[in-house]
């Protein structure tokens, strides 16, 4: 017991470890994903800005250097607008000399010579370029610039430039992260790190920093471990995102991850496991005292269970009472004691059955021997009389009840052998509701006479079944005429079909007295009527020739409140 709960207990903590860390994992993708996305809308509104300024008409004065300083202060309101998210707006001349600027300081000085200028990639953008600005060695700004056409002729009359201040970039990776225990950074497109969180920038020279190893997504987000000494770290639980853009932006390709030691991540799995470890001593503590409760609970019950074997040995079949404080194991067993009594029962049901059958066929050969050969005769000598010619009408009246009851003890001794040794079915595929019409073709006009309503209904199924057509004609004309026997004047009879996933079923329902619950069960033996003068051997013979098609037959209870006599045909599976 005690290794068993080792070995579950480290289990536990292994599965808990991982999913701690699924989850974290994804918490870090979705952070990074969504500053990722964040930075691209930054960068995709000031490019839009460009997109529209360049070609406003204000521009046109570069041609005649800003002679008025008109677009110089419309920079300046630019840039005021704009939250100070601008270091700087300038125009310059086709030279690349500046002719306007937000900061006067500017004009007349040659535009900034950057490296690494690189078109941002979108529809409609190609003609805007970006390149980052540095100051000791560490990034200091971003600058757009984009070509000004001219409005009255060919050609570009200049640049207009915009230096976004780097520190927006960084409030947005601090605010993401607001002094917890997790950290960003900010890469570019080949590994360099361009920036990071307040608390990696105060620590780390992220100028020479670069990220060779690390696995940087080529698109979309991904999450894993990775040692984190560069940053100053053990092992790191890191979720990166690469840049997606924001329609028709397509991004920089820059790359966002979030950070988390895995020291802290993994902290409460380290302190579920101290739990753990508290929880094995307390319930070792509390197992020997428990054990000793459950020994009565479980050997009491199995006393008296041992007891009723040996009693149902010797003829009792009473169960015993379950003890109220036995276990849910015991109580298990108890119930397995009952069902082995109730399929013993089945069982011997079925013998006695078996043995009214035997009776039934012993009889059949008996009577078939006995009665067929002087009933033969009498209906020999009976023709013989009928073809007088000076018999009167009594005489006749006589001699046709010698036919009919001959016939009638033909008709009982047929259905004693039929009972007794039934045909083998002649498998063939048929459709179940052609048969069942067939059989209301042919009663429907005794039905008429007797008033009573006869209908069939179906679920619009498959009703293909492969069976003996006149076993299974024989089956339906059984159920019908023993519903009108029951059914009275202005009664209703319905044979009805459906399937289900498991099996076709078919009910012939009524709405006459119905069978009692206490005799649905007897219904089906030999010998057994409830009908008049019957010889109860007909729901006999349909229930044989339902199990030799593999099917079941029950009787229960009709929408009506009559008797609803119900067939279940297992699905078959398709004739090769």
Same mark, same amino acid.
């Given at each position: ?21 699924? #989850? ?7 952070? %990074? =994903? ?5 930075? !691209?809308?930054? /960068? ?23 002679? !008025? ?14 939250? =100070? ?5 300038? $125009?310059?001349? %086709? ?14 000085? #040659? ?20 390149? @980052? ?5 560490? =990034? ?80 979309? +987000?991904?999450?894993?471990?990775? !040692? ?75 006393? %008296?269970?041992?007891?009723? =074997? ?13 003890? +109220?404080? %036995?276990?849910? #194991? ?13 399929? @013993? #029962? ?72 039929? $009972? ?12 179940? /509701? ?30 293909? @079944? ?111």
């Amino acid at each position: 017991m005690l290794g068993t709960m080792i070995v579950v207990g480290a289990l536990s903590f292994f599965q808990f470890r991982s999913a701690l860390q699924s #989850e974290i994992a994804g918490n870090l993708r979705f952070g %990074a =994903t969504a500053m990722m996305q964040r930075i !691209d809308t930054f /960068l995709f509104a000031h490019v839009e800005n460009m997109r529209v300024w360049r070609g406003l008409e204000v521009m046109q004065d570069i041609r005649v250097k800003d002679v !008025d300083k008109r677009l110089s202060n419309f920079l300046a309101n630019l840039r005021a607008g704009q939250d =100070t998210v601008y270091d700087v707006l300038l $125009c310059t001349d %086709a030279q690349g000399h500046v002719v306007a600027s937000s900061d006067p300081s500017y004009i007349g000085r #040659e535009a900034p010579r950057l490296s690494g200028w690189r078109t941002v990639p979108g529809q409609g953008l190609d003609t805007i370029s970006l390149a @980052l600005a540095s100051q000791s060695g560490a =990034t200091s700004a971003i600058v757009l610039r984009s070509p000004i056409a001219n409005a009255f002729g060919e050609g570009t009359i200049g640049y207009l430039y915009a230096f976004l201040d780097w520190r927006a970039v960084q409030h947005l990776l601090d605010t993401a992260v607001n002094h917890g225990t997790r950290s960003l950074v900010l890469a570019g497109s080949d590994g360099q790190v361009l920036g990071a969180s307040d608390d990696l920038r105060r620590r780390t020279e992220l100028s020479r920093l670069h990220l060779e190893g690390w696995r940087l997504p080529r698109a979309g +987000s991904a999450s894993y471990i990775q !040692d984190g000494a560069a940053l100053g770290h053990g092992d790191l639980l890191v979720g990166a995102a690469t840049s997606s853009g924001s329609p028709p932006f397509e991004g920089l390709g820059w790359h966002v991850l979030m950070i988390e030691p895995t020291s802290v991540s993994f902290g409460p799995i380290w302190t579920l496991l101290w739990a753990m470890l508290g929880v094995l001593l307390v319930v070792l503590l509390t197992g020997l005292w428990i054990s000793s409760r459950v020994a009565d609970r479980i050997a009491s019950p199995i006393v %008296a269970l041992t007891a009723f =074997t040996r009693g149902f040995r010797q003829g009792e079949s009473s169960l015993p009472a379950m003890p +109220s404080r %036995a276990t849910a #194991e015991v109580d298990e067993l108890h119930r397995a004691y009952m069902e082995m009594i109730q399929a @013993l #029962e089945q069982s011997r049901e079925q013998i006695v059955r078996a043995g009214k059958l035997a009776v039934v066929g012993e009889m059949a050969a008996i009577m078939a021997h006995e009665v067929r050969t002087p009933m033969g005769i009498l209906r020999s000598a009976a023709q013989l009389l009928q073809r007088q010619a000076d018999l009167d009408d009594r005489q006749r009246e006589l001699i046709g009840f010698i036919f009919s009851e001959t016939e009638r003890l033909n008709r009982l001794v047929t259905l004693l052998l039929e $009972c007794a040794r039934p045909n083998p079915p002649d498998f063939m595929s048929h459709d179940l /509701l052609e048969i069942v019409d067939s059989v209301i073709g042919l009663l429907e006009s005794r039905a008429e006479r007797a008033g009573v309503s006869l209908s069939r209904q179906s679920d619009g199924g498959d009703v293909v @079944l492969r069976c003996d057509r006149e076993q299974m004609m024989q089956v339906f004309l059984n159920l019908i005429l023993n519903a009108l026997s029951f059914v009275g004047e202005g009664g209703h009879i319905r044979v009805s079909t459906h399937s289900d996933e498991d099996a076709l079923w078919v009910s012939v329902a009524d709405d006459g007295p119905g069978v009692p619950p206490e005799l649905r069960q007897r219904i089906f033996d030999p010998f057994f009527s409830r009908r008049e003068g019957g010889v109860g051997l007909g729901l006999t013979i349909v229930q044989q020739i339902v199990h030799a098609h593999g099917g079941t037959l029950s009787v229960g209870e009709s929408a009506w409140g009559g008797a609803s006599f119900n067939l279940r045909f297992p699905h078959q599976e398709p004739e090769t």
